[in-house]
C-alpha cells in the first residue's frame, strides 16, 4: 500500500506547487502596487460606423506596464486580478479614467463619441457597483448615454439575480450594456429576454475566418440575424481584413472593431488622429 503512495512523485508535486503558487504570490504583490505605482494604463480602440465611415467609440482596454516584464497582457493578469478581488479597484480606476479621458475629449470639440469598459462578475458582486456607477458619472460629468458597459454571457449567468437588478439600475441611469465575446459561452438565448441588453459583440473568433470558413461565417449570419430580430445593435469585433468588413456590411452590420480600422492606442494617439484629420 505505501508504495503508491510514493514519497518521490509526492514530493515532487508539492515542490512544483510551491514553486507555483510562490510565482503567482509574487505577480498579486506585483499587481497590487501596479495600481499605485501607475504601471495601469489605459488603451483606445476605434469603434467604426463602416457605412458612414466615422469613429463612433473606443473600447477601453487595460495595459500593464510592469517595471521588468514589460507591457503584460489583460489576458495574463485580469484572470488573477479576479481571483484576489483586486479587480474590484482596478475596475474603479479603468471606468473613472477613461470617463474623465472622454469627456476631456468632448470638451476639447472631438466628436461626441462614446466609451466601452469591461466589467468583471467580481464587480457585479461588490457592495455598490451601481453606485460607484453613478457617481463617477457625476464627478466626471460624462452623460450616461456616453458610457457602455461590456459583459461576458457567463458573467450573466453566473449571479443572474445580482447582476440583473444592477443591469437595471445602470440602464435606467442612460447607460447601454454589450455582451462581450457573444457566441462562445453559455449557450441559453432566453437572458437576451430578461436583461435589459442592447449590444451584441461578435466574438473575434467567428469574425477572423468568415471568408474561409462557412461555419464561422453561418454563426456570424445568424448573430447579426438574431440582434437584427430582437432590435438589439450588433458590432463584431477582431475586423482585420477589408473582406472581413465588406462581409459584414453586406449583411448590415456596420459596426467594427479590429485592427484592419485600428490597433488599441494610448489616448495621446486617439487625439493625434482626430486632430490630423482637422476636427477642432
Ligand atoms: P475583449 O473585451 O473581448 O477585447 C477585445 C480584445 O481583442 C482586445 O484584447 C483587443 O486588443 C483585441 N483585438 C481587437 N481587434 C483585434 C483584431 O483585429 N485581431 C485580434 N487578434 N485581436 C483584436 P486585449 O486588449 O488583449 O484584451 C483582452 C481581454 O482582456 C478583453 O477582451 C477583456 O475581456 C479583458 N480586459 C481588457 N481590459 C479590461 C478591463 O479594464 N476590465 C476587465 N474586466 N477586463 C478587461
Ligand atoms: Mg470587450
Ligand atoms: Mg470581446
Ligand atoms: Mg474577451
Redesign the pocket.
Known amino acids: 500500500k505505501s508504495k503508491e503512495i510514493s514519497g518521490n512523485s509526492y514530493h515532487f508535486f508539492s515542490s512544483g506547487m510551491d514553486t507555483r503558487t510562490f510565482e503567482i504570490v509574487k505577480f498579486e504583490n506585483a499587481l497590487y502596487k501596479a495600481l499605485d505605482q501607475n504601471e495601469l494604463m489605459?488603451?483606445y480602440?476605434p469603434q467604426i460606423n463602416y457605412e458612414t465611415n466615422t469613429i463612433v467609440g473606443v473600447?477601453?482596454?487595460?495595459?500593464w506596464n510592469h517595471p521588468t516584464e514589460g507591457m503584460v497582457?489583460?489576458?495574463e493578469f485580469?484572470p488573477i486580478?479576479?481571483e484576489t478581488g483586486l479587480?474590484v479597484p482596478?475596475?474603479e480606476w479603468?471606468?473613472r479614467n477613461?470617463c474623465l479621458q472622454i469627456k476631456e475629449w468632448h470638451r476639447k470639440g472631438f466628436p461626441l463619441i462614446s466609451v466601452?469598459?469591461?466589467?468583471?462578475v467580481r464587480?457585479f458582486e461588490q457592495d455598490n457597483l451601481f453606485g460607484m456607477v453613478k457617481s463617477i458619472l457625476k464627478k466626471t460629468e460624462l452623460a450616461p448615454e456616453y458610457l457602455h458597459l461590456?459583459v461576458?454571457e457567463n458573467q450573466i449567468i453566473k449571479n443572474s439575480d445580482i447582476t440583473l437588478k444592477t443591469m437595471e439600475q445602470l440602464k435606467g441611469l442612460g447607460i447601454s450594456i454589450a455582451i462581450?465575446?457573444f457566441g462562445t459561452g453559455y449557450s441559453s438565448l432566453g437572458y437576451l429576454k430578461n436583461f435589459p441588453i442592447s449590444t451584441l459583440?461578435i466574438?473575434?473568433s467567428f469574425?477572423?475566418d468568415i471568408i474561409q470558413d462557412e461555419d464561422n461565417a453561418a454563426i456570424t449570419n445568424t448573430i447579426i440575424t438574431l440582434a437584427q430580430n430582437l432590435h438589439l445593435n450588433v458590432i463584431a469585433?477582431?475586423?482585420?481584413t477589408k473582406e472581413q468588413a465588406e462581409f459584414l456590411a453586406a449583411r448590415s452590420c456596420y459596426l467594427m472593431?479590429?485592427?484592419?480600422f485600428s490597433?488599441?492606442m494610448k489616448a495621446e494617439d486617439i487625439a493625434e488622429l482626430y486632430l490630423s484629420c482637422g476636427v477642432n
Open positions: 489605459i488603451y480602440q473600447e477601453a482596454l487595460l495595459r497582457s489583460p489576458d485580469i486580478a479576479e479587480i482596478i475596475g479603468v471606468l477613461a466601452s469598459v469591461n466589467l468583471s464587480q461590456e461576458t462581450d465575446d459583440k466574438d473575434k469574425v477572423q469585433e477582431g475586423v482585420e472593431q479590429g485592427y484592419y490597433r488599441p
